[in-house]
């Protein structure tokens, strides 16, 4: 089992940056593969990025492609997200998750956090 705990959000003005952080406990957390997904106000959780087990591959939704990176540090537990040149669209709440299958469906992933909230102003 993995506990997933999400912190870095904010209130930032568009154009600016973030990077999210996504540790985990337990000690197989090398072993999935890792999802960021958002949830803005009266909008269904949708795909953002995804980043297999290794670090190898990574998969990005087309509205944050060139801006967003997720990266993964499998020493310390933890998988990113450096979010860059935001727009007020990518106001939501960001969640990590852990699973099997580099895969931009939500029900594929079996462990949640919490959340964070990213607010971008214009």
Known sequence: QVQLVE?????VQA???LRLSCGASGRTFSSYDMGW?????????EFVAAINWSGGSTYYA???????????????NTVYLQM???????????????GYGL???D????YWGQG???????
């Open 15 to 17: 154009g600016g940056s």
């Open 84 to 98: 860059n040149n935001l727009k007020p669209e990518d106001t939501a709440v960001y969640f990590c998750a852990a």
């Open 37 to 45: 997904f958002r949830q803005a106000p009266g909008k269904e959780r």
């Open 103 to 105: 895969r931009t469906g």
């Open 62 to 76: 087309d509205s944050v492609k060139g801006r967003f990176t997720i990266s993964r540090d499998n020493a310390k």
């Open 116 to 122: 964070t909230q990213v607010t971008v102003s214009s």
């Open 107 to 110: 029900y594929n992933y079996d």
């Open 7 to 11: 912190s870095g959000g904010g209130l």
